[in-house]
């Protein structure tokens, strides 16, 4: 089939393909341009906070001032998912860094393998990045008897 290039004259070899932008793919075809993508270290950090938490036995991420910090943020409704973690990216690779405070009684190395694990999966499936390592801190020990609403004797117990 000749098509009309834009001078109007037939011509048996130019293809759709020849008058299309760079970057722009036809219908059902894959878009073949080149580029580079950059994700954020805290866009890591995120991911690598969310997977943490999600772990059964960690009570909260962060050491002391972080929590206290975080506490403030929790009461402005404006949490740091990231609190407690901290990332180094690389251009293919991620070291991470969790710091945690651990429900009691729970097992820690099994708390910390599971953090691992978690936070492996999360990023190499999120963000594409090969995970190098993952260095958990357990910093403290969450007791029931250290929330405020337990610690502080009822009304009823006081009459």
Known sequence: MDLIDANGTGSATTSPNDRLPVGTALAGEPLTG????????????????????EVTGVHALGGGAARALGAIRDAMNNTDVSQGISVEVGETQVAVDVTIV?????????????IRSSVIQAIEDLVGLEVTEVNVTIVDIHLPSDDPADAEPSKAALR
Do not use: C, F, M, S
């Open 34 to 53: 080149t580029g580079k993508t950059v994700i954020n270290d805290g866009v890591v950090a995120k991911v690598a906070g969310i997977a943490a938490r």
């Open 102 to 114: 651990a429900e009691y009684p729970v097992q820690l190395q099994q708390v910390a393998d599971d």
